[in-house]
């Protein structure tokens, strides 16, 4: 059984409370503990009867760092369209002001750290399908575990207010240690039958592509980025943690995120860094232009090679390539890429990838850089507003938070977020899944049709079906 010292927690809450009355406003109260390994996949399973909708998990590429959070501890979200990147840094420095903070572990992702994502387009009309998610949503979990370059960490949060008392501390005790006792536990979970597929719209949809090569013909826009959905019906409840599990098998070299809220569950596994902040330094990535897996080596790499020399896609590459570069150069004294793309391969397509490396200037924050490069051309086009509006009239999809930024940054301003592509929307028995390709002026529907087809296999196979 894992068990913690308690005695820094207890002084911490009894200066909490204290802090509380002098001040008349809620403390936040982070103590952070280095605890015995644990699976961070069972920590996160292990919240499912009394933190359902109320977890999240982040894994990123390389498994340095995987976050796995249970309970809400404080909220903040945001449904107004402009500034919901402000609001969500003002409060979340409101939130650190006053905080007492038990840490002597100099890591990234642990202590206070906010959780959340936003919507890809706040002025797009939303629908039934996102209701459980505002356009801004972020998290401070009651506990959170840290598995940080192959060591475990505990994160408790507590919020203290002038109306408490040490029965506090022992409530929160005990609760932490339910979850971790039940953490030890190998969990097991159940893959509900996939009964039915149903493509929203595939006729509309290609049609609204083919107008959309006819407005780049004639108008500014150099390229567009349309979406589709495909809904799943099951004949039981689809289970995260099944989900989760079954990404972290077949899609491991992916940011791997879970986002739950109010029963509602985002999850995906994304090759797209956004940005990356640790300490000074920044990085991003440009990845656009994509093509199959082959069947065979031989086929494999004939396919790439088809990639990196096809213009089509090497141009919608290059467009991802200047607009990073320039948000970068205006935050960063040196930023550093590469000339030419490489490959990127995931398990069932390969990605035209450039890395991008900067030296972040003092005073620059990671959601300033997020709002920034959000979106990216890879997933909204260029000229960037052109694009959103193009995408608001021709696209009959409410994205929410698909292909919009979704990661974590911690009380001490480094962070991570992926651009949250290869991604579904689990809701009970029902799932929706999400895909999109650029468009540009010599596009053809029936191809990017393919293209999106492809996108979708990593999360209809983590669900249990495929496409034929």
Partial sequence: MVAIQETELKQGIFNGIARAKGRSQSILVSEVHKIEHLDPVDFFAAGREKYLGERFFWKDPEGKLVLAGLGICGQIQSDQAADRFFHVEKEWKRFM????????????GMGP??????????????????????????????????????????????????????????????ERQEVLSKAAMKQSFAQPKLKKMVEIEPEAWKQAITHVVK?????????????????????????AERVLVNLLDHQNDSFTFVLESNNDCFIGASPERLV??????????????SIARGNTPEEDDRLGSELLSDQKNLMEHQYVVEMIKEAMEETCNEVLLPEQPVLMKMKYIQHLYTPV????????????????????????????????EKIREMEQLDRGLYAAP????????????????????????????????????????ESEYKETSIKFRPMLTALGGKIT
């Fill in 276 to 289: 990356k902040k640790e300490g000074k330094s920044l990085y991003s990535a440009c990845l656009a232009g």
């Fill in 215 to 239: 407005d780049l013909k004639q108008s500014e826009l150099k390229k567009v980025v349309l979406a589709r959905e495909l809904r799943l019906h099951f004949d039981e409840e689809v289970q």
């Fill in 97 to 108: 002001d006053s905080a007492l903070i038990i840490n002597k572990y100099q890591r990234n």
């Fill in 113 to 174: 750290t906010l959780f959340g994502g936003f919507s890809f387009d706040p002025q797009k009309q939303g629908t039934a399908l996102w209701s459980k998610f505002p356009e801004a949503l972020f998290q401070i979990p009651k506990y959170m575990l840290t598995l940080s370059n192959g060591e475990m960490f505990l994160t408790t949060n507590v919020i203290c207010t002038h109306h408490d008392d040490l029965t506090l501390f022992e409530k929160v005790s005990r």
């Fill in 357 to 388: 490396i900067g030296k972040n200037r003092a005073g620059t924050s990671i959601l300033h850089l997020v709002n920034r490069l959000h979106p990216t051309p890879a997933l909204g086009g260029l000229p960037k507003q052109a694009a959103i």
């Fill in 406 to 445: 979704v990661g974590w940054m911690d009380y001490q301003g480094n962070g991570e977020f992926a651009v949250a592509i290869r991604s579904g929307l689990i809701q009970g028995k029902e799932a929706s899944l999400f895909a999109g390709c650029g468009v540009v002026a010599d596009s053809n529907a």
